[in-house]
């Protein structure tokens, strides 16, 4: 099984709706999660970190399920801007220095 | 924010030349640098995680004698693939972490796009 797996979509959103995916895990020792936004042919840049009260920034939401071990991102109110490649990000073991990534949710905003 | 400069941002090559990139942290201390490698439609692939002033740890099936890494100062780390192949055409990224505690996110350079022919 795969460290970290996430739907590669696309995932085509109408302008303005709520569109939301998740990122599964396969440790459940993992401690740090990550969202990242990716452009096309771009370096990944840092959305959020998920905490395990879940966080909010803006427009998006992040949550932690443990039990299910997945983590989840949530963009409300959809803009033609949020087109992008939303990868997560996980430790794959407690101790380990380094982040496992996932292929990253496609997401295109639909006008 | 954190700003981290990756150079080149590209690179066109003959089969069988070395190339260095660079990665540098412009505005905080990159106690531990990552390198990765992404093909087309695929996941980030760790390479080697550097710390400064140490030797690179390489993950498994990365060649360190292809791939030599330097973590020679707290702002910079460069990566040299020697005698590229047209195999190791691909998206190279550096990321840098100021400290070696994993809840701290990584920041990543903007990439250099390797075509080696």
């Known amino acids: 099984r795969k460290e970290v797996e996430q739907d590669p979509g696309p995932f085509n959103v109408p302008e303005g709706a709520t569109v939301a995916f998740n990122c599964t895990y396969s440790?459940?020792?993992?401690?740090?999660f990550f969202w990242y936004r990716q452009d096309c042919r771009k370096e990944p840049k840092l959305l959020m970190s998920?905490?395990?009260s879940g966080n909010e920034d803006g427009r998006f939401t992040a949550q932690l399920n443990r039990a299910s071990q997945y983590i989840s991102l949530l963009i409300r109110d959809s803009k033609l801007s949020d087109s992008a490649t939303y990868l997560c990000?996980?430790?794959?073991?407690?101790?380990?220095?380094?982040?496992?990534f996932g292929k990253g949710n496609q997401v295109v905003v639909i006008p | 924010g954190a700003v981290v400069s990756q150079h080149p941002s590209w690179v066109i090559c003959k089969s069988g030349t070395s190339v260095k990139i660079e990665c540098r942290s412009l505005?905080?201390?990159?106690?531990?640098m990552f390198w990765y490698r992404q093909f087309p439609k695929q996941s980030l692939m760790l390479m080697a995680t550097s710390n400064e002033g140490s030797k690179a740890t390489y993950e498994q099936g990365v060649e360190k004698d292809k791939f030599l890494i330097n973590h020679a100062s707290l702002t910079l780390s460069t990566l040299t693939v020697t005698s590229a192949h047209p195999e190791d055409s691909s998206f190279y990224i550096c990321?840098?972490?100021?400290?070696?505690?994993?809840?701290?996110?990584?920041?990543f350079g903007d990439g250099t796009r390797l075509s080696i022919l």
């Open positions: 990321s840098a972490r100021n400290g070696r505690r994993v809840e701290q996110p990584q920041h």
């Open positions: 505005d905080f201390q990159a106690t531990t």
């Open positions: 440790n459940s020792a993992s401690q740090s």
């Open positions: 990000a996980v430790n794959p073991y407690y101790g380990n220095n380094r982040l496992a």
């Open positions: 998920v905490y395990s």
